[in-house]
Every structure is written in C-alpha cells, then in structure tokens.
C-alpha cells in the first residue's frame, strides 16, 4: 500500500504554519543528536536495545485521558534513523478480528477526517514505526502512518461483494453493505441479508462501512482486505542533551501538538 504525507494532501498554507509551530519548540543545540546507534545498542550501552524517551504532549488527552508520548530509538545514522513511538497508554489490547478495533473506540474519530484529508484517529499504545526519518545535528523528523495501527485487523477481515457498479467507488466492504441492527433486549448487534446474519458492532461498521465520506477505514477487493490510506502523522523534534521537545502534526481534534520527552 502506498502512503502520502500529510502535506501532500495540505493547502501549501500549511508550511507556513508548520514552519512557525517549529519556533516555539526547543532551540536547537549544535551538537549531533544522540540517540540509538548504529549497533541498534541501548541507552546503557547494552546490544540490542532501545533508547528510549518518555515524556508527555501538552494540553492534550487521548481518549483515555493520558497525554502519555514515548519514542524508542534503536538505531540511527548520519542521516537516517529507526525506532517507533507509543501514543497514549499501552499496550494496545491483543486484535480479535470478529469484534471492532480496538473496542469502545471513539467512532466520531474513526468515521471523521481532519483538516488534511485522513482518518483522524490513532490506537493508543500501538508501535507505530518510524518511517521516512533523518538526522540533521540536534534535530531530527520522521513520519508515522496511522494505518498501521489497523492494519492486522483489516488483513484479517472477510470481503464481501457490496455490488457497487460504480467503477470510482469499492466493489467490496468488509461488511455487507446494510445497515448494522441492535436487539433492544439482548444489545446484540447484526446485520441481516437474505441468506446470513453477520455479527457487527459500532466500531466494526465505522471501520468496514460508516466512513465521513461513504468509505470504510480498510479497503477491500475480491482478494481480501487491507488498511486503507489513513495518512501519516509528521514528527519534527530537537534534542538538547537528555531533554527534547518538538511537534506532531496533526493529532485526533487538533492541527498539531507540542510534545516534551525525557532520556529514559
């Protein structure tokens, strides 16, 4: 599956607003940035692990309540990098693929898109992978995409023929294409056609059918399922010695965030 950027999709405004976000994070120091190495070795020095940085991002929640950021570097070079970062509290629960993920998710994120045109939700406590990173002194950027926090839950879901003759439009869903019903007495939620009754729940339909735009989160053909293009979230930080701040851009509900970590 191939990604964009958020600013591929952004009004060219954007940079000029990213670029004054960028000032009022941490000033820049000129020494390298010190993180990971290229023996992927621990912050103790000790082969094999991670370095790794936890702090916080300001005057925002997850849907938890936490506001909890923390990095993992285990590997870096004179102009790339690797690791991945955990958002809010984790670990994310284990993915069943017979329920919606991850459950009691806030189905408003997962149906709506924000300012750039993607999906605008994250799996708390998810390892999502850095992508795309470099090194520049004391400051580095990577990219994280939001679609791999879903992407093992839409591999394992069942396509469905929705018989959509519009070529623009999915041939397949995860779901069949009628409305998910609820029993009054038991809760239980279903949707029934002709000849099956399959098990759904909200977050399952915002994922498979409910999307802002008349699309589900996964993507389907005849072939199987996949996560479809949520957009990235862009990470731009600076690091003076055991502290770093920086910006995400952007976050569920917001154009973007200021985050501060510590060396573990």
């Known amino acids: 599956m191939t990604t964009r950027s958020v600013f591929d999709r952004a009004k060219p405004a954007v940079n000029v607003v990213f670029a004054l976000l960028l000032s009022g994070a941490a000033a820049c120091n000129a020494d390298e940035v010190d993180v990971g190495d290229a023996e992927s070795a621990g912050a103790d020095g000790s082969e094999g692990g991670s370095d790794t940085w936890v702090g916080y991002v300001e005057a925002f929640q997850f849907e938890s309540g936490s506001d909890r950021i923390e990095l993992r570097f285990t590997s870096r070079s004179a102009s790339d990098l690797a690791g991945a970062v955990v958002l809010g509290d984790g670990p994310a629960p284990p993915v069943d693929p ?6 009691g998710a806030d189905v408003e994120h997962l149906r709506e898109y924000d300012g750039y045109g993607a999906r605008d939700a994250v799996v708390e406590g998810f390892e999502y992978t850095m992508v795309d990173g470099a090194v520049d002194q004391s400051r580095i950027r990577f990219v994280l995409d939001r679609a791999e926090g879903w992407k093992e839950w839409c591999e394992g879901q ?19 294409n009628h409305s998910c019903e609820c029993d009054e007495v038991s809760g239980e939620c279903s949707i029934r056609t002709d000849d099956s009754e399959v098990y759904c729940d909200e977050v399952m339909y915002a994922l498979c059918a409910d999307g802002e735009r008349g699309v589900g989160f996964c993507v389907c053909t005849a072939d199987g399922c996949a996560a479809g293009d949520a957009g990235q979230l862009l990470v731009d930080m600076s690091f003076d010695g055991d502290t770093a701040s920086g910006t995400v851009v952007p976050l569920p509900g917001r154009e973007s965030a200021v985050f501060r970590v510590t060396r573990q």
Do not use: A, K, Q, R
């Open 98 to 103: 017979s329920v919606g993920y991850p459950p």
């Open 158 to 176: 069942t396509p469905y023929d929705i018989g959509n003759p519009d070529p623009e439009m999915p041939s397949h869903m995860c779901l069949p």
